[in-house]
């Protein structure tokens, strides 16, 4: 008797038995809710699903459109919108002030309780580009400076300082009830009287204020004592406002902002600032007047929000 044959035999028959057992084949599984078909490997007792995307690279075209295009302006977002889209699109817009954006999804969902369901992976995205004029301004907003420092970020931005005349020039009615509770057209500063405020505190850096007073007319009187001499300095006139005009976002139309003047004598010295008045107000309407064009030139719903992520 040939034991060695015999175990050969046996060996070959388990490994052939196991082989067989064990062989990956792809198979296709059925979902019973909706009789979707995939394709799937089954090794032993696993199943594992094969991802579509591995056939992507031999398709002659995508299965779907996919994918999210980022704009850099209102027109080429609503080009792009008005290229794809068709009558179930949507467009969300978030007026978060810090980050503004508008999400076009152009495969949303089919519209009604009974509409189809679509992926929702094709989007236009735009993020509002706050302006450089908007951000240096807002940045130092209600910032206390010395008096060097105030006079040196007056004159980088004296450029947005606007000349008005307020009662011969136009300005939004909000904006002239704040003139007139301060007292009128003379309380607020052009930028010619900006810059002799900003060349009168650097002159005066190193001096002792000696009085600050306000007048009737909504300015203040500060009066500086040098450190030099025993004389008094020359007094210097503070407007109680001024106006500025820039853009909220790039490229986009200018906005009329009162910033109001402020200042506080503390251990001989004075710290100025500027608040800028109802910027609030400014950003939402800004918003608003983009959404809106988005809306009528697109001819699509607008909700306020972000989409389904």
């Given at each position: 008797m040939?034991?060695?044959v015999e175990g050969d035999g046996i060996v070959t028959e388990v490994r052939e038995l196991v082989e067989t057992y064990v062989k990956a084949e792809v198979v296709e599984i059925t979902e019973p809710s909706t009789g979707v078909v995939a394709l799937a490997v089954?090794?032993?007792?696993s199943v594992t699903p094969l991802t579509p995307t591995i056939f992507d690279q031999y398709r002659a075209a995508p299965r779907y459109r996919q994918g999210a295009a980022t704009l850099l302006s209102i027109d080429s977002l609503i080009d792009h919108i008005n290229r794809f889209k068709d009558t179930d699109s949507i467009v969300f817009a978030d007026d978060n002030r810090e980050k503004p954006s508008i999400t076009a999804v152009l495969d949303y969902h089919r519209v009604g309780a009974g509409g189809d369901p679509r992926f929702g992976k094709h989007r236009s995205l735009f993020g509002f580009p706050l302006s450089d004029e908007w951000k240096a301004w807002n940045d130092s907003n209600a910032t206390p400076m010395s008096m060097a420092d105030f006079a040196a970020f007056l004159e980088n931005r004296i450029i947005d300082v606007l000349y008005v005349i307020p009662g011969?020039?136009?300005l939004p009615e909000d904006v002239q009830r704040l003139i007139d509770t301060l007292g009128g057209g003379d309380t607020v500063a052009t930028p010619n009287k900006l810059m002799e405020l900003a060349r009168g505190l650097q002159v005066n850096e190193s001096a002792v204020v000696q009085e600050a007073v306000n007048l009737s007319s909504g300015e203040g009187v500060v009066r500086f004592q040098s450190e030099h001499t025993d004389a008094a300095g020359a007094p210097l006139k503070v407007p109680s406002?001024?106006?500025i005009g820039i853009p909220v976002f790039n490229n986009g139309p200018l906005y009329r902002i009162a910033a109001r003047l402020r200042y506080r004598k503390a251990g001989g010295?004075?710290?100025?600032?500027?608040e800028l008045?109802?910027?609030d107000r400014t950003f939402d309407h800004a918003f608003s007047e983009a959404v809106e064009r988005v809306k009528i030139e697109t001819e699509l719903p607008v909700l306020i929000g972000k989409p389904e992520a």
């Open positions: 040939n034991t060695t089954r090794s032993g007792n011969e020039d136009s406002l001024f106006l010295r004075l710290t100025f600032w500027y008045w109802r910027t």
